[in-house]
């Protein structure tokens, strides 16, 4: 199954604050946080972890527009009394707590503190040292050698060696593999007779000795390092009951993860709680707070901050919410843009939304600036491209705009063969033009039907909401394949090729479109950046016109934290996990 990213438009009450690399979803009015899913490897390997290397980002103590506590003597009892722990907010994770094999980023959001990837980037995307302390690339950019730190340990004290990235990196090519990481795509010499079967092992991946791996590729690939570079699962512990061609038992294993990041399970309480504890066993710092808690139980994230129950919140930067926000006196308050961006998924099985021109006219029919900049108090932008307004790739050249247009939306109706009949509903071959569309509880939502459900009936199309209490579920609705439309994010984008994953790895199911494929395949096969630029500009184009989802907007969102929190980072790729192990909390008297 598909990692799903998160409810865009449409997301439940309390979530994680732009922590990590798991579920992204947006930030509501009403003081929803961000979660983020998927990063700068493109897969499931969430975690970026700040051992000895900074790949955090700026301290939010100098992040321009920073508004700084005005009283910490407001800060309530409740956060007051805590001196060893933070509490963050966190949108129920199911369970899946595995890299690689998790079916939604809020799972993500705990495994990012619990595993730290061969590879990190710091806040410019560039690759710095994580498990792995440096490598080196061949000059025809086939083959990469990785070379471990010394001494590295699971959290169950057993040694990390080349041995466990040999088995990750062949479990991710097993044929049973079904999850979203992107390794199995990179063309690994031998990867194909693995899948099939024909060989034991996959020749491309040599051992040297414990701490040098190297691997081979069939053709070069611009993003080959930071995708190889993910997380490492241990060989002793998940793989000791492997056979090729089924990876189905790691199921079984999800929810007593061992990892490698600063933090180690305690304790998962569905719907309640996930508790960590510093990891004894990590390369990196001692965590300067030996616990941490992600609060899973819903509940209105202003009270919880007001009253101290969770140590940060992330809302959407609205004046008011800015105000509303200062007024508290007690939290830090710090804009931030995260490098995703929002969409409606289309299900392109159903025969209608097969048609460029119906999806076409479904986005000059919906008022996308109303619903994600007017109602947002300016607090978001529109987004036309899958790409975010922060990466190197993004252009609005040759881009349409799809400005609200009743009258164009009503003409492509016209020519697709939608016209209307009984009260005004489009019909077909004796058919009504419908969407269903699927969304969790939020003030977002609100908006979005309130403004759909009007654009849509002057279109001369029947809409129909289903609302959704958790997450779960709506993912659950959806893998069914019973929706016409869902509003999703991407999670943190750090390559341009992160942001087309979900048309390449199956994800948008029905879309497929050799040209795109050519390109996608040759904006990986340079790493001359102006090149790149070329292609990838002319891929944004191909969608923008093809759209296989709906681009719907870009956040700007505003983080608020309790003043006792110091050492607090940001990072655009990774939001704030890469400096979580560094938090300390300061003494309040």
Known sequence: MKKRTTVSASISILLAGTLLLSACSDNSGNGNSAANSGGATGSTNTAVN??????????TDGAAGAIQAADLSKLPAAAKQRTDTIIVGLTDPSGAFTPYFQQSGYDGNVSSLLYTPLVLVNDKAEPIPGLAEKWEASEDGRTYTFHLRQGLKFSDGSPLTAEDVAFTWTILNDKSYDGDSQVNTLGIKGSDAYKEGKAASIEGIKI????????????????????????????????????????????????????????KLVKFTPGQEVRFAANEN??????????????????????????????????????????????????????????????????????????KKVRQALTYGLDRQSIYVDAAQGAGSIANIPSSPISWAYTEEGINPYKYDLDKAKSLLDEAGWKEGAGGIR???????????????????????????????????????????????????????????VSFSTPMLTDPSDGLMQFVDGEVKGYSNPKFIELYKKGLETTDIEQRKAIYKEIYQLLNDELPVIFTSYKKSVYAYNARIENLAVSPFYGLAASLPQWSLKDVQ
Not at 50 to 58: C, I, K, L, R, S
């Open 208 to 263: 040297a000795d414990p701490q040098t791996i190297s691997v081979t590729l069939e053709k070069a690939n611009a993003a080959a390092l930071t995708t190889l570079g993910g997380d490492v699962l241990s060989k002793a512990y998940y793989g000791k009951d492997y056979k090729q061609g089924d990876t189905g038992y790691m199921k079984s294993l999800s929810t007593t993860p061992v990892g490698t990041g600063p933090y």
């Open 50 to 59: 700040a051992g000895a290397d900074n790949a955090g980002g700026a301290s």
């Open 282 to 355: 990590y390369y990196g710092d001692k965590p300067k707070t030996p616990n941490f808690i992600y609060k899973t139980s819903e509940g209105d994230t202003w009270q919880y901050l007001e009253t101290g129950e969770v140590d940060y919140a992330s809302f959407s930067a609205t004046q008011e919410n800015i105000d509303k926000l200062k007024s508290l006196g007690f939290v830090n308050i710090v804009p931030y843009t995260p490098s995703t961006y929002g969409y409606l998924q289309v299900n392109l099985e159903h025969e209608a939304l097969k048609d």
């Open 427 to 485: 019909e077909k071959d004796g058919k009504k033009l419908t969407i269903h569309y699927l969304g969790s509880k939020s003030k977002n939502t609100d908006i979005f039907i309130a403004v759909a459900k009007e654009n849509y009936q002057a279109l001369g199309v029947e809409f129909q909401p289903e609302i959704f209490a958790d997450f779960n579920s709506l993912v659950s609705k959806v893998e069914g394949g019973d929706y016409d439309l």
